[in-house]
């Protein structure tokens, strides 16, 4: 493949999010680490991956799965439904 072609069929790789799964094992392994964006700053990305690829998981989805096994110690499954976008975005998680 020349550089053209590869050009043409670039997609710039780019961090997913937890809420973009049907589903979530609640034994799956969780990172956390620190990472550098392209101004050199530092910061800390929490995610877990499924299949090879990186999904983010926000702070208050972490909150909220807490109160969640609280009320459900046996939890085996949950999604996250998320709404809004930017600074404004909500997350919620259900028990399945």
Same mark, same amino acid.
């Given at each position: !493949?020349?550089?053209? %072609?590869?050009?043409?069929?670039?997609? &710039?790789? %780019? !961090?997913? =999010?937890?809420?973009? @799964?049907?589903? *979530?094992?609640?034994?799956?392994?969780?990172?956390? #680490?620190?990472?550098? =964006?392209?101004?050199? #700053?530092?910061?800390?990305?929490?995610?877990?991956? *499924? #299949?090879?690829?990186? /999904?983010?998981? &926000?702070?208050?989805?972490?909150? %909220? @799965?807490?109160? @969640?096994?609280?009320? $459900? &110690?046996?939890? +085996?499954?949950? +999604? *996250? +439904? $998320?709404?809004?976008?930017? !600074?404004?975005?909500? /997350?919620? *998680?259900?028990?399945?």
């Amino acid at each position: !493949m020349d550089i053209i %072609q590869f050009a043409k069929e670039f997609e &710039p790789q %780019q !961090m997913k =999010n937890i809420a973009d @799964l049907e589903i *979530v094992r609640a034994d799956i392994e969780i990172h956390e #680490e620190v990472r550098k =964006n392209q101004d050199e #700053e530092e910061y800390k990305v929490i995610f877990i991956i *499924v #299949e090879g690829e990186e /999904y983010r998981v &926000p702070p208050s989805v972490i909150t %909220q @799965l807490k109160t @969640l096994i609280e009320e $459900k &110690p046996d939890l +085996k499954t949950f +999604k *996250v +439904k $998320k709404s809004g976008q930017g !600074m404004g975005t909500k /997350y919620q *998680v259900i028990a399945l």
